[in-house]
């Protein structure tokens, strides 16, 4: 009978009930205190629920996404990106399965105010790179992806940040990839603004 519990013991982790939620915890920021929480429904690859939370409570800081919304999410794309001095936190996110649909804004940023995270939402037009195409070329295009994407923080009040645009050129079939870096600045209020400004790279294939 010990033998039984044994092997059904061992069988149950190398093959865990697919009823059961996933529950991964990553991207802990600098002091330890606080990381990223996603939680995976069973059999359901795409509404997940994704939480800024204190790490030895499990306390929820600020919900990111919920698992409850009806767009599609793949919660692989997420990464946060924290401050040196943990107070500052940028998320950056995917808002639907790549290919689906192309993504306008993809980060979130979250300040410390003593007692928990304040969310705060960049402007809405963003720096955009501008592809460059050979002569004659580029202009029956389709729109193939991209977004923007937190780098690192600069400073607890300057984020660094790449912006990125993917199109398929159906002159020469090739794919254009340009890809800008530029920063936000956040002032005492935490309102955002833009600041430097880099040159589009682009990338063909």
């Given at each position: 009978?010990?033998?039984?519990?044994?092997?059904?013991?061992?069988?149950?982790?190398?093959?865990?009930?697919?009823?059961?939620?996933?529950?991964?915890?990553?991207?802990?920021?600098?002091?330890?205190?606080?990381?990223?929480?996603?939680?995976?429904?069973?059999?359901?690859?795409?509404?997940?629920?994704?939480?800024?939370?204190?790490?030895?409570?499990?306390?929820?800081?600020?919900?990111?996404?919920?698992?409850?919304?009806?767009?599609?999410?793949?919660?692989?794309?997420?990464?946060?990106?924290?401050?040196a001095d943990s107070k500052s936190v940028a998320y950056g996110f995917r808002a639907s399965p790549p290919g689906v649909r192309e993504v306008e804004h993809g980060t979130l940023v979250c300040f410390w105010n003593g007692s928990n995270f304040d969310k705060v939402f960049l402007p809405e037009n963003l720096p955009t790179?501008?592809?460059?195409?050979?002569?004659?070329?580029?202009?029956?295009?389709?729109?193939?992806?991209?977004?923007?994407?937190?780098?690192?923080?600069?400073?607890?009040?300057?984020?660094?940040?790449?912006?990125?645009?993917?199109?398929?050129?159906?002159?020469?079939?090739?794919?254009?990839?340009?890809?800008?870096?530029?920063?936000?600045?956040?002032?005492?209020?935490?309102?955002?603004?833009?600041?430097?400004?880099?040159?589009?790279?682009?990338?063909?294939?």
């Amino acid at each position: 009978m010990k033998e039984f519990l044994f092997v059904a013991f061992a069988c149950s982790i190398g093959f865990p009930y697919v009823g059961v939620a996933a529950e991964q915890i990553k991207y802990l920021s600098p002091d330890g205190r606080f990381g990223l929480r996603v939680t995976q429904p069973a059999n359901d690859e795409y509404h997940p629920t994704v939480e800024l939370i204190e790490k030895d409570t499990g306390k929820v800081m600020v919900t990111l996404h919920s698992g409850a919304d009806t767009d599609l999410f793949d919660a692989s794309e997420c990464v946060l990106v924290w401050s040196a001095d943990s107070k500052s936190v940028a998320y950056g996110f995917r808002a639907s399965p790549p290919g689906v649909r192309e993504v306008e804004h993809g980060t979130l940023v979250c300040f410390w105010n003593g007692s928990n995270f304040d969310k705060v939402f960049l402007p809405e037009n963003l720096p955009t790179p501008k592809l460059k195409f050979p002569k004659g070329k580029g202009i029956d295009v389709k729109p193939y992806g991209g977004g923007v994407t937190p780098v690192k923080w600069l400073t607890p009040r300057e984020l660094a940040m790449s912006s990125e645009n993917m199109v398929l050129s159906e002159d020469d079939d090739k794919s254009y990839t340009g890809v800008l870096s530029f920063t936000i600045s956040f002032d005492a209020q935490n309102h955002a603004s833009v600041g430097k400004i880099g040159k589009t790279k682009t990338k063909v294939e």
